[in-house]
């Protein structure tokens, strides 16, 4: 059994930062796929970051250069460093492991961007 367990989202006013952690226990192997998704009100949940079996990183769009995704494979832990932040990143932020076959997400962690 794997469990994903996001932290770190909070209220934040416009233009500011948030860090958020996914640590993963259980049955982890390699290879395999992290990454960060979020998912506004009325709309599909989209890609934010990820990394790909090989290490390398993807971003979405909608947060390019303004997120960086790290990660502590020790830990089993994925971070999401996010800034500049505005309204419209106001979301739930999931947390996802693909490993194989199994896909697995956390519970989501809100992130509200208001003044």
């Known amino acids: 059994q794997v469990q994903l367990v996001e932290s770190g989202g909070a209220l934040v006013q416009p233009g500011g930062s948030l860090r958020l952690s996914c640590a993963a226990s259980?049955?982890?192997?390699?290879?395999?796929?992290m990454g960060w998704y979020r998912q506004a009100p009325g709309k599909e949940r989209e890609l934010v970051a990820a990394f790909s079996s090989s290490g390398s990183t993807k971003y979405g769009d909608s947060m390019k250069g303004r997120v960086t995704i790290s990660r502590d494979n020790a830990k089993n832990t994925v971070y999401l460093q996010m800034n500049s932040l505005k309204p419209e990143d106001t979301a739930v932020y999931y947390c996802r492991l693909t490993m194989s076959v199994y896909d697995y997400w956390g519970q989501g962690t809100q992130v509200t961007v208001s003044s």
């Open positions: 259980g049955s982890i192997f390699s290879p395999n796929v």
